[in-house]
């Protein structure tokens, strides 16, 4: 199938979003399809906040769907995407954070929903209890204020309270002392405000991830040209460098496939070998 007789080629999508994404998502999308994109500012904090007001309740896919299917419904547009971001320890390297960028596509009329997600160490996310007057400039270095937002919460009274999108020092000073006062614990949590328009680094991830999904969005099935052909597993198992011996997690190469039919094909190699640092026998 051409390019010309693409299904979302020159199509309206709607962006759920309540935190300026639009300039992030919808360029690879113009570029490759010539999508109209708008975004539609709902709200999404019903399906839980990073601060803790709201409990998530869905997984990160379910949540982004989700959103994506409100856009749907609040504007009548047949295709809507909508992201949903996971930040805090990586499962792989625990000493570590990483953020791992969920986007979805949804069309509405095929009942076709097409994902694409991107991980990234480079993200800011910190976070430090502290009570008034307390020393916080090594914190605020580490947390690249105020080019990245902050959040103060504190439980009072048993009820989450939070200030959000704190950019200056003096905002900062005077949410610190008034929930500190408040708190039940007597003192508050500082943290990276991890909403897209506080945090620059996120925004570069969810940038990232925009691209390879409309990449995906854009690559059709060579079987039955649905599109959001690309990868949907891996071919496991190399053996070591240097002794031989096989993991057989480790990965070989990619396996690409259609997200409606069986059709699948190889993809690319990603690794001919195990490094000996990254061997169980070599480097128990």
């Known amino acids: 199938m051409s390019a010309t007789n693409h299904p979302y080629l020159n199509r309206e999508v709607v962006l759920t979003s309540k935190h300026q994404k639009l300039d992030l998502i919808a360029p690879p999308f113009h570029s490759l399809l010539n999508t109209t994109m708008c975004e539609l500012p709902l709200d999404t904090d019903q399906f839980g906040t990073f601060s803790g007001e709201k409990e998530r309740t869905l997984s990160q896919y379910e949540s982004a769907v989700a959103k994506a299917r409100l856009g749907i419904e609040s504007s009548g547009i047949a295709l809507a995407i909508a992201s949903e971001g996971a930040i805090g320890s990586d499962p792989q390297i625990p000493l570590l954070n990483s953020d791992l960028e969920l986007l979805v596509f949804v069309d509405s009329q095929a009942e076709l929903v097409i994902a694409q997600s991107y991980r990234s160490f480079e993200i800011v996310a910190v976070t430090k209890e502290c009570v008034a007057g307390d020393d916080l400039s090594e914190f605020l270095n580490s947390a690249d204020f105020p080019n990245h937002g902050l959040i103060v919460r504190a439980i009072c009274d048993g009820v989450v309270r939070a200030v959000k999108g704190i950019t200056d020092i003096n905002t ?94 190889a993809g690319k190699t990603l690794a001919t070998s195990i490094d000996p640092a990254r061997c169980m026998e070599c480097n128990p």
Not at 231 to 245: F, N, P, Q, T
């Open 172 to 265: 900062l000073k005077d949410a610190i002392s008034s929930l500190s006062s408040a708190s039940d614990a007597g003192s508050v949590i500082v943290e990276s405000d991890l909403r897209a328009h506080y945090s620059p680094s996120r925004r570069a991830n969810i940038a990232k991830a925009a691209q390879l999904l409309a990449e995906r969005v854009h690559a059709q099935c060579p079987g039955c040209h649905t599109p959001g052909w690309g990868v949907v597993s891996y071919e496991r198992g190399l053996a070591c460098s240097e002794c031989g011996v096989e993991d057989s997690n480790a990965v070989r190469a990619e396996i690409l496939g259609c997200i409606s039919c069986d059709f699948t094909q």
